[in-house]
């Protein structure tokens, strides 16, 4: 009754879109796997930081993205969806951070 | 009820739109789906408070004389369950919460009635599963579950208690999610966010936590179960786990639950104090506001449950300072209550005793609430009577007296028909009582260092326990009356008539009880929320003469 | 006889003082706002108590300004509890280098304790009055917690890692020792008492049995006992890490991290050997869990650390 | 999710379509906000032992089959593109198409599955099942057996929660099929193509993240070591 200024989501994308992501998404994948065999580290202040898992991370947060901005449409979707959609992360980010700062602080 | 030209009742109407066992159980309609809610969430009250009795009497002698050990930890342990996963979560969202969202905001209905029924369902199904771990021995873990005791060494029924709370998770999901689509997509022209019943925004702000938090309990009491079906040690040290990291995940849903339990009743609250004393609401957008501050900011004040459990000293530090922020929104709803109150027309009818009481247990639960922040406090208070005692000032003192209020405030709505109201204050005034001579002692009892869920304890703690359990039996028999003269009402109470407060609120714009469809025609809001007072606003009360509704 | 229901437990450590004051401190802020709201609601609900039944009372204009002040005044209340109770809390978390070391194994459901000279005791623990102690405690089977409610102090009890508590006596006496984190059938019978006791009375009453052995000498023993001095020692040929002089200090391990000797790492090493090898060492170590005890785990730690004294030769 | 008796009809309680398109779309993502939540609490558990049990979870990670959990990610990024593409002949109203797409789907989610239990068989043979059956045959390991379990534990059940929305998700796609079959849908109304679109997407997600962690961060040690 109220909001239907909000024709988001009748837009059609174009199949040349989805197959462009679909080759990003296969080209993440290969990245990822390559990757992996090697050590990804970053020299500082004579400490050795490995970084695969971060490359990892970054790399598959890309790909989860293009899936949520292109096959899951909420590039073209309302504001409540991109809202929505960015605070289950934000959650899933205050979970993470709140526990481990216990771990990372403590003996164990 | 000194009215002589009663209303009449509609003659059709949600309650005679059909009748029969299947007409109920199949139903998608709203207001009957919070009517089976209703009788399911007061059958567990009754279990829960069954249990409730047998603890206290256990705790009226310093020894352990009147139940075995095992018993008396099985009694505390299935008290706690039915009342916070069956009771106090479910109640106000799902009974006046399912009545009144779509009534509220002018809908014919939730936005997916039929998953509204299914959440019924999951959650008649989680308490019969409970009740099934029940009747086959019961369960011993206390609420809480805390590995490795309920992963390796309870031999009690965990798994089956867990599969019930697993299960009536989802239905706590799927009411959140159903009420929040409901006030996004739904509501009445008009109906800007502002111009919504604080009860509405106190609902959008619980939902919220039950998306986002059930999930993680769901999954933590999922690996419970497998640890305990496949002796794998997830959370057990012996396997390498950490108990600890189960308390994290436990309590990461479990505190923000709390306000699941209180946020529905402040919003019950609101709608009381402004009716009853003829206000509009002082501070709308800050009580608003405060709704959505204690949702979010609840999920960042967990760990403070674990101060003592092996937190390190810096996490200790920041949850501390956290929870310490959450206080502020409550405190602004407490002050915006009392202000509204000022220079009011205030009148003393039962549902605004309730509130009244409210405000008054409430405000010592939170204050309580500072203490258990307090990290040197806490050290000492820690899982003594004083957080018993804090919670259910919260949980007992704040969440059911909001109930019991709003249960009244809307049952005219709800059955077209009055209950006594001087029985019903006097209930009021027993309960506030009763409650107040159980849980203060307790206080005492925990700053004295007397440790909860203790079968037997120490001599001098007797006094201050008989205390309690006298205020118990007082407190018992307050929860009785209403239920008899609820049901008297049904029958033999006044005809109530559409609006018999003079309220504000969509609601009372249809008959009571209102038609299966809500409203004839869809209405259109034009003022802004708690307008009472306002010129042309003549408050309708019962009290006085009155049209018969036309239906 | 009747003497009242007592407010307060008694106060017989360093710490029961000052919590007794914040506690005060907290009674009062929330009694006075307890009372003021409870007065308001009760005054405007009286004071303006509905007269007839059209009355409309007068609209009442919302003020900003109030609303700011009742959200900043109680943020400021708060934010002075959480500093002098985290302030308080370093203070009990944090305990004095010369303390005199206890151990402490909880099990379903009884507490274990033991001295540093030997002696033993079960769910009865004797301190000298005036001395900061500090107890490392772990539990055998579930959580306990460790309650001295006299003391104001608390600490879990956690199986598979050490937690740790102190306090100093200030009164002789006897007062209660609770389990406060629940465990079991018979978590209300996990109590007992703790006895506070004169210097001197306390020396008499360590000396009063003969105690057989020390901490550390039960650690060696166990030490030799397990064979472990047959790969921990300090010749070339070792096929162990030396512990002469180890307890303490940083120790590079096979998979480059680097950890610190202390309790928690020497424990892991005696029932897990192979989770964190030192650098330049194989993992041929067998496993000991399941065959030392957590007393004998805590026998041997005192011993290791005592080896900290000894120089490597 | 799908709350629609009759494929035009719009439920009583909506005004119009538009209004049940846009509430179904919305209650769509809020369900997979919970989700990503019940999936968080074990993501959660995994930061912390691996942060913990550093090499236990770097030699688990060596036992499991990395072309095999390559090619299955593959396979699903792929499922996903038919599953787009459904969505898409469904909004242009093409039947056929869409029944093809979804069949396609339902078919890569299967092989998905059928490598899966490949991959657990695998584990079986080699006893790498957490619990009562853990009886590793492998030579040369040195982690600790608890702390290997608590990998494989992790393994079996983030993979096996995932391999569960697999099955539901499948399920979903045949009852779309049985729908588009009877002429349900529509270039107006194709509500429940795309919000069960939304879940395999998500399903998709998860897999995306798995991958990494579960499969490939033990390769670069391994590698370092010989």
Not at chain 2, 103 to 127: E, H, K, Q, T, V
Not at chain 2, 527 to 547: D, I
Not at chain 3, 139 to 147: C, L, Q
Not at chain 3, 231 to 255: T, Y
Request: include cysteine.
């Amino acid at each position: 009754m109220n909001a239907h200024a909000e024709h988001a989501g009748h837009h059609v994308v174009p199949v040349s879109t989805y197959l462009i992501i679909f080759a990003a998404l296969i080209a993440g994948t290969l990245l990822t796997v390559g990757a992996a065999y090697y050590d990804i580290d970053f020299q500082v202040l004579g400490y050795t930081v490995p970084l695969n898992t971060t490359v990892a991370l970054l790399i598959a947060g890309t790909k989860a993205a293009l899936v949520v901005l292109f096959f899951m449409h909420v590039k073209y979707s309302s504001r409540l969806i991109w809202v929505f959609a960015a605070a289950g992360f934000l959650w899933l980010i205050i979970l993470f951070t709140l526990t481990l700062a216990d771990y990372q602080s403590r003996a164990w | 009820m000194t009215d002589a030209r009663q209303p009449a009742l509609p003659k059709l109407h949600y309650l005679n739109a059909d009748y029969g066992i299947k007409s109920w159980l199949l139903t998608t309609d709203h207001k009957r789906i919070a009517i089976l809610y209703l009788l399911g969430v007061t059958f567990f009250f009754f279990v829960g408070g069954l249990f409730a009795v047998l603890v206290r009497v256990e705790l009226l002698t310093p020894a352990g004389d009147f139940v075995q050990a095992e018993t008396y930890n099985k009694l505390f342990t299935m008290h706690g369950v039915f009342m916070v996963f069956f009771f106090l979560i479910p109640t106000i969202p799902a009974v006046l919460g399912n009545f009144l969202v779509p009534l509220m905001i002018g809908a014919r209905d939730l936005a997916f009635p039929r998953i509204n029924l299914l959440s019924w369902y999951i959650y008649m199904a989680g308490g019969a599963f409970t009740i099934l771990a029940m009747a086959a021995g019961g369960v011993d873990t206390g609420w809480t579950f805390y590995t490795p005791y309920s992963s390796t060494y309870a031999n009690t029924h965990v798994m089956l208690t867990g599969i019930g709370v697993f299960i009536t998770g989802f239905s706590s999901i799927l009411t959140g999610l159903n009420f929040i689509v409901t006030i996004h997509k739904m509501r009445a022209p008009g109906l800007t966010w502002f111009r919504l019943p604080l009860f509405i925004w106190a609902h959008y702000a619980t939902s919220l936590i039950m998306i986002l938090g059930t999930p993680v309990v769901a999954i933590t009491v999922l690996l419970l179960a497998l640890e305990r079906a496949f002796r794998i040690g997830i959370f057990d040290p012996a396997l390498g786990g950490d108990p600890v990291l189960f308390q994290h995940l436990f309590w990461f849903y479990s505190h923000p639950a709390v306000y699941i339990m209180i946020l529905p009743g402040m919003g019950v609250v609101n709608e009381l104090i402004t009716c009853f004393s003829r206000k509009k609401i002082f501070g709308y957008h800050f009580i608003a506001f405060s709704s959505v501050a204690i949702a979010l900011l609840g999920f960042l004040v967990w760990a403070h449950h674990m101060f003592v459990a092996g937190l390190s000293v810096y996490a200790s530090l920041v949850f501390s300072v956290l929870s310490f922020l959450v206080a502020i929104p409550s405190a602004i709803k407490v002050f915006n209550w009392t202000a509204t109150l000022y220079k009011g027309s205030v009148s003393y009818q039962a549902p605004m005793l309730y509130a009244m009481g409210f405000i008054g247990l409430f405000t010592l639960g939170g204050l309580t609430g500072l203490f258990l922040a307090t990290l040197a406090v806490d050290i000492h208070v820690h899982d003594t009577y004083f957080v018993v005692a804090h919670f259910h000032y919260i949980m007992v003192g704040g969440m059911v007296m909001a109930y019991m209020g709003g249960l009244h405030y809307w049952w005219p709505k709800m059955t077209g028909r009055m209950y006594p109201d001087t029985w019903a204050r006097f209930a009021a005034l027993v309960i506030f009582i009763g409650f107040n001579l159980t849980f203060f002692p307790q206080f005492v009892l925990g700053y004295l260092g007397m440790p909860r869920r203790y079968h037997a304890y120490p001599e001098e703690f007797q006094v201050l326990n008989v205390m309690s359990t006298a205020g118990a039996s007082i407190l018992g028999v307050g929860y009785l009356i209403p239920f008899f003269y609820l049901m008297y009402s049904l029958r033999y109470g006044a005809i109530a008539g559409p609006n018999p407060w003079g309220a504000k609120g969509l609601e009372w714009e249809t008959p009571s009880p209102p038609p299966t469809e809500n409203f004839p025609v869809t209405p259109m809001v034009t003022e802004e929320p708690y307008e009472y007072g306002a010129p042309g606003a003549a408050p309708r009360g019962h009290v006085r003469p009155q049209e018969a509704p036309g239906d | 006889m009747w003497t009242g229901i007592p407010l307060f437990p008694e106060q017989a450590s360093t710490f029961a003082r000052e919590v007794d004051l914040l506690y005060l401190f907290l009674v009062g802020v929330s009694g006075f706002f307890t009372v003021a709201i409870f007065t308001l609601v009760f005054y405007f609900a009286v004071r303006y108590r509905r007269r007839h039944a059209d009355e409309i009372p007068p609209a009442v204009a919302e003020s900003a300004t109030l609303e700011i002040a009742w959200s900043v005044i109680p943020l400021g209340i708060t934010m002075v509890m959480f500093g002098w109770g985290a302030k308080l809390y370093f203070e009990m978390r944090k305990p004095p280098s010369e303390a005199l070391q206890m151990w402490v194994v909880g099990k379903q459901w009884m507490w274990k304790i033991q001295h540093p000279e030997g002696k033993r005791e079960i769910n009865e623990l004797h301190v000298p009055v005036g001395r900061p102690v500090r107890l490392q405690m772990i539990s055998e089977d579930v959580i306990h917690s460790f309650y001295i409610p006299a003391f104001r102090i608390k600490q879990d009890v956690l199986p598979g890692r050490y937690s740790e508590l102190w306090f100093e006596a200030t009164r002789p006496g006897e007062y209660h020792l609770f389990c406060a984190e629940y465990c079991g059938t018979k978590h209300s019978g996990m109590i007992g008492k703790v006895v506070v006791m004169e210097a001197a009375a306390y020396e008499q009453w360590l000396m009063g049995t003969p105690t057989g052995e020390t901490m550390e000498q039960a650690g060696e023993r166990l030490f030799v006992q397990n064979n472990c001095n047959t790969c921990h020692h300090d010749r070339a040929d070792a096929r162990g890490p030396v512990l002469q002089g180890a307890f303490g200090k940083p120790v590079r391990l096979e998979s480059g991290q680097t950890v610190v000797v202390d309790e928690a790492y020497v424990r892991e090493s005696i029932l897990n050997p192979a989770g964190k090898v030192v650098a330049g060492y194989r993992p041929v170590m067998p496993t000991y869990q399941g065959q030392i005890s957590e007393e004998g785990v805590l026998q041997l730690l005192a011993y290791i650390r005592s080896l900290r004294e000894r120089p490597q030769k | 999710m799908t709350e629609h008796g009759t494929a035009s009809a719009v439920a009583h309680q909506f005004d119009d379509l538009e209004q049940q398109r846009e509430a179904g779309s919305l209650g769509m993502w809020l369900f997979l906000i919970t989700e990503i939540m019940f999936f968080g609490g074990m993501f959660t558990a995994y930061a912390v032992y691996r942060y913990a049990y550093y090499n236990a979870f770097i030699e688990g990670s060596s036992h499991l089959n990395v072309p095999l959990g390559a090619a299955n990610t593959v396979v699903l990024i792929v499922s996903s593109l038919t599953m787009a593409l459904a969505v898409h002949a469904a909004q242009r109203g093409k039947k056929k198409a869409m029944v093809a797409w979804l069949a396609l789907t339902i078919v890569l989610g299967g092989a998905f599955l059928g490598v899966k239990v490949v991959e657990y068989k695998d584990k079986y043979d080699h006893g790498l099942i957490p619990g009562a059956l853990w009886n590793p045959k492998h030579e040369g390991g040195v982690a600790p057996p608890a702390e290997m379990q608590l990998f494989f534990s992790l393994y079996f059940a983030m993979t096996g929660m995932h391999a569960l929305h697999m099955v539901i998700g499948i399920g979903i796609m045949l009852a779309l099929m049985r729908m588009a079959l009877r002429g349900r849908f529509s270039p107006e109304y194709y509500a429940p193509v795309e919000v069960s679109g939304l879940y395999w997407h998500f399903v998709d997600i998860v897999w995306i993240f798995l991958f990494p962690l579960l499969y490939l961060i033990g390769l670069h040690v391994v590698k370092g070591h010989g």
